[in-house]
C-alpha cells in the first residue's frame, strides 16, 4: 500500500493539468477494468503518492477486500489499494484477473489477513499466497474456456435483472392505480389536517453504552426499523423525548433528513426514542397502513425531494410535513386498499426472493466453474 496527499480536499483539482486519482468510486458493480475516474489531483500530489500505469493491478483493500480490477488509465492511488504491476511475462491480465477472483486466492487473503494484527492486505500477505502457473498458451486457453462459460451466465444474470425491475415498476404501478385511481376519494386534505404530526428531538442527547435505543432516520431501513447499528441514551433523555414525542402502536415514523421517505408502521409496543424522525400519530378512524402506503408512493417522496432544503444534507420540516396534499378515502376504503396492496405485495415479495435465489444460483455456478478449472492446474 502507499500513502495518500492529506488534506486530500486541498489536491483535488479541476485543471488540465490534473492526474487522475482513482478510487473505489471509479470501479463499476461486478466490473473487471477501471477506465476512468471522477477526480483528479494537482501535480503536486503525485509525489505523496503512488503513479500506477494502464494494465497494473488493484487489488482493493476495503469494501469489497481483495477485489483486483485492471486499469485501462493511468494515475495515482491512495492507501486504500494495492497494486500489482510487472506481471506480464508470468501472466496474461485475464488468467491473473480471474486467478485473484477465485475462492483459490480469496480464501488465502481471508485466512492470512485474519492472522495479522489489522485486518487489511500488504505486501508481504499478499506475497505468501500460492498460485497455480500454467504456460502462457494455457492461460489463454483457461480464459477463452471460461469468458465463453461466464457470457451465458452473464446473460441469464441480466435477465434475472431485468424481471426485478419489471417487478419494481409494477408495485409503482399498483400504488398509483389503486391509491390514486382505484379508490373512492373525499376532498384532498393536508397531512396535519387529518394526522397529529410531530418529530423526534433535535437536541444531541449523550449517548451511554447501555440504555435506552435513540432511533434516527439512518434507522429506518425497508419498512422496518434497524437497530444493528443504533445508539443509546440514558433513561431520563429517553423519558424526557418521549415526552413531546412518544411513539405508540399503530403510528407511522418517517425519515425527514439524508434519504427522506423509508416510512415505517409500528406494530409492536416501541421501547425507543426519535430524533430528527417524522411521527404521524394515528387513531382508530385512520389506517395506518393507508399512510405507509401513500408515504412511500415514489411520486410522494419525488415530491418530497425535490422541495427538500439544504445542500450537504437534505431535510424536510415539520411544517412542510404538516401542509403536505394527500386525498384521503373513508376509513372502509382505506382498509380495502391495504388489503388488497398487501396480497399482492406479498405475492411480489415472494416473486423478487425468487428472482434474487436466481441471482444468487448463478454466481455460485460461476465460483463453481472458476473454482473447478483453476484448481485442476494447481493439482
Known amino acids: 500500500m502507499v500513502g495518500s496527499p492529506r488534506p486530500i480536499k486541498s489536491f483535488i483539482t479541476t485543471e488540465d493539468d490534473g492526474v487522475n486519482w482513482i478510487k473505489i468510486g471509479d470501479t463499476e458493480k461486478g466490473g473487471r477494468y477501471i477506465y476512468t475516474t471522477k477526480e483528479k489531483i494537482k ?80 505486501i508481504e500477505l499478499v506475497s505468501q499466497v500460492t498460485v497455480p502457473l500454467p504456460p502462457l498458451a494455457e492461460q489463454q486457453r483457461i480464459v477463452a474456456k471460461l469468458d465463453a462459460a461466464f457470457a451465458g ?4 444474470i441480466e435477465t434475472v435483472e431485468t424481471k426485478k425491475v419489471a417487478v419494481e415498476k409494477l408495485k409503482t404501478s399498483l400504488l398509483s392505480d389503486l391509491l390514486i385511481g382505484d379508490a373512492v376519494m373525499t376532498e384532498t386534505l393536508r397531512l396535519g389536517d387529518y394526522y397529529d404530526v410531530r418529530d423526534g428531538t433535535h437536541d444531541s442527547p449523550k449517548y451511554v453504552d447501555e440504555g435506552f435505543p435513540l432511533v434516527t432516520s439512518k434507522n429506518l431501513k425497508d419498512g422496518k426499523i434497524d437497530l444493528s447499528k443504533i445508539k ?13 414525542s412518544c411513539v405508540d402502536v399503530g403510528d407511522v415514523l418517517m425519515a425527514m433528513i439524508g434519504t427522506i421517505g423509508n416510512p415505517v408502521e409500528i406494530i409492536e409496543p416501541p421501547k425507543f426514542a426519535i430524533k430528527n424522525v417524522a411521527l404521524f400519530k394515528t387513531n382508530a378512524e385512520q389506517s395506518p397502513a393507508y399512510l405507509r402506503y401513500f408515504l ?25 410535513l404538516r401542509n403536505f396534499p394527500i386525498s384521503v378515502p373513508p376509513l372502509a376504503e382505506q382498509k380495502r386498499i391495504v388489503a388488497k396492496l398487501d396480497a399482492i405485495f406479498s405475492e411480489l ?10 441471482k444468487l444460483n448463478y454466481q455460485v455456478m460461476k465460483s463453481a466453474i472458476l473454482a473447478q478449472e483453476l484448481q485442476s492446474e494447481a493439482a
Open 43 to 122: 501535480p503536486s500530489g503525485v509525489s505523496r503518492s503512488r503513479h500506477v500505469k494502464e494494465n497494473d493491478f488493484l487489488l482493493s483493500n476495503s469494501m469489497s477486500f481483495g477485489r483486483p480490477y485492471i486499469l485501462k488509465t493511468s494515475g495515482c492511488i491512495h492507501d486504500g489499494w494495492l497494486v500489482l504491476s510487472e506481471y506480464q511475462e508470468l501472466f496474461s491480465a485475464d488468467y491473473l484477473y480471474y486467478l485473484l477472483s477465485s475462492s483459490l486466492v480469496q480464501n488465502q487473503f481471508e485466512r492470512l489477513a485474519r492472522g495479522s494484527t489489522v485486518r487489511n492486505l500488504n
Open 153 to 156: 451466465i452473464d446473460a441469464a
Open 232 to 244: 443509546y441514551i440514558s433513561e431520563k433523555d429517553y423519558l424526557d423525548i418521549n415526552r413531546r
Open 296 to 320: 412511500s408512493h415514489p411520486r410522494t417522496v419525488s415530491r418530497m425531494m425535490s422541495d427538500a432544503k439544504g445542500a450537504t444534507q437534505k431535510f424536510v420540516g415539520l411544517g412542510y
Open 349 to 358: 415479495a415472494v416473486a423478487n426472493e425468487a428472482i434474487e435465489q436466481s
